[in-house]
């Protein structure tokens, strides 16, 4: 068993990576994109969290989420969105990867991993730095060339908000940049 223990503090502001189970490419479905969708904001109208970025891959996602003063339970917010999830998805027929006998005796499902990750964030440079990765994920991912190109971001936000010109890391010409090193990059990416 490891020693992992989860950071929790009240009122701060997290990094989380979410993955589906088996890293089966659930989010090709704009079906499970709406489910996410909707599960997020009913768990923000219901339990408050401010999205601060996100960036929706096939099978995974990141964000960052700052929660309220005096609050740290991160948890059962993700337990609730997933299980909405979830719910919504096998109820539409949709399907599951596999799982274990395990898992399946303790009548889990196939949609998600049992667990999350999360990161605390330190201070702004911290912060700066993972909603960097975030939005440059999917180019990581060798699924688009420019951020601006990849929509299940919310970096288009940052753009219109004016923390990101909308060519920032932009190789529209076809060729492949390196994976930057996110600790010399500003928001602005000046």
């Known amino acids: 068993m490891s020693n992992y223990r989860r950071q929790f503090d009240p009122g701060g502001m997290f990094f989380f990576t979410v993955v589906t189970a088996g ?78 006998k395990t898992r399946h005796e303790r009548r889990e499902r196939g949609v998600w991993q049992k667990r999350f990750w999360e990161h605390r964030v330190r201070d702004e440079e911290d912060m700066i730095r993972h909603v960097n990765h975030i939005h440059y994920n999917p180019v990581k991912h060798g699924l688009v060339h420019c951020a601006h190109a990849w929509v299940h971001s919310s970096f288009h936000r940052w753009v219109k908000e004016g923390y990101y010109r909308q060519d920032w890391l932009c190789d529209c010409g076809g060729g492949r940049v390196g994976v930057p090193d996110f600790a010399q990059i500003s928001v602005a990416g000046e």
């Open 23 to 100: 890293r089966w490419c659930l989010f090709l479905d704009e079906r499970a994109r709406l489910y996410l969708r909707n599960a997020i904001r009913i768990e923000q109208a219901e339990h408050p969290f401010d999205l601060i970025a996100i960036a929706l891959l096939p099978n995974h996602l990141h964000c960052i989420w700052k929660l309220p003063e005096a609050d740290s339970d991160y948890s059962s917010r993700w337990s609730r969105i997933k299980r909405r999830v979830t719910k919504q998805w096998i109820a539409a027929g949709g399907d599951e990867a596999a799982i274990s």
